[in-house]
């Protein structure tokens, strides 16, 4: 068992090397390998209840902007995350999953607490992975698992969201870990997380310099370039409360923060003036707006 305590701690070590610095446990007996593991290194909160662990995890991501490591035992208990990964994928939040398992070979025996936690999530996660038990992964892969794990979480594909690690852990469930395989120089993490950067706004600005427009900013849609953009283009921002926009820095942006009692009024007269609407970030919740912008394409 002292290989399987050395997997794990070689998991919480990957992840600290990435910035990791939270996890959240929902303790059960399966999961004390990696709940040992996780204590050593990270700050750890624990949360009897498995659905609270979720959502407590959730927050901490969209706080922090780095996934917390949250961990339910098998069976159930894995169940109950569902709520908050469907969340963490929807928001766009990192997180990182890991709900332990019993090997393959006591699935389908009627043992206890056993559930198929295989794809448990479905397509609300970044990325799944099912390493099965630690002496059955090769010790070069480690390190590879955990720093994937992590860089999808917060620069998949589809942007940030949950990643699932469904780990296999045998009894003895408790030992000390030896040597751990050896990292990248300098504490590195074995992968590297690259985001694209953001394009500048000007070469966009010089193509709408000509229209009249307005500019919508949804949640993720924010950011020093709206600002600069809408005082290039001498256009209003309509921000929703999530976008982080509202707060204009220079004085001469038009940043409208109440805009749904604008737009609800009669005599509101820009609606057929405006000729192109530059929507950045996700859609608005609000009704109204969704309204007044079919309104446009109408008019």
């Not at 169940?79 to 699935?107: F, I, K």
């Not at 993490?189 to 070469?203: K, L």
């Not at 009692?261 to 969704?290: H, I, M, W, Y």
């Amino acid at each position: 068992m002292t290989l399987q305590a050395t997997f794990v701690a070689t998991l919480v070590d990957e992840w600290a090397r990435a910035g990791v610095t939270e996890a959240v446990v929902a303790p059960g007996s399966r999961s004390s390998p990696l709940a040992l593991a996780l204590a050593s290194r990270l700050r750890l909160h624990v949360l009897l209840d498995e659905r609270s662990a979720g959502f407590y995890a959730l927050g901490i991501g969209q706080v922090s902007k780095r996934p917390a490591v949250v961990l339910t035992t098998s069976g159930t208990a894995a169940v109950e995350l569902h709520p908050a990964v469907v969340e963490a994928h929807q928001s766009r939040v990192p997180m990182l999953v890991c709900t332990a398992d019993r090997p393959a070979d006591l699935h389908h025996i009627a043992a206890p607490q056993t559930v198929v936690q295989g794809r448990l999530f479905g397509e609300s996660v970044r990325w799944f992975a099912e390493p099965g038990v630690a002496e059955g992964f090769p010790v070069g892969s480690w390190r590879s698992l955990a720093s994937r794990a992590f860089a999808e979480a917060v620069a998949g594909g589809a942007g940030a969201g949950p990643v699932h690690l469904n780990l296999a852990f045998r009894d003895p469930l408790v030992a000390e870990p030896g040597d751990l395989p050896p990292g990248r120089a300098q504490g590195q993490p074995w992968h590297q997380a690259v985001r694209e950067p953001a394009g500048a706004p000007e070469g966009l600005a010089q193509r709408l310099t000509r229209r009249r427009g307005v500019i919508v900013a949804g949640r993720r849609g924010a950011g020093p370039a709206v600002h600069a953009l809408a005082l290039a283009l001498r256009w209003p921002v309509l921000a929703d409360p999530l976008s982080g926009a509202r707060a204009a820095p220079q004085s001469r942006t038009a940043v409208v923060a109440a805009f749904d009692g604008l737009l609800r009024c009669p005599n509101f007269g820009p609606a057929r003036q405006v000729e192109t609407v530059l929507r950045l970030g996700d859609p608005p919740a609000s009704k109204v707006l969704s309204g007044w912008l079919s309104s446009l394409e109408a008019a």
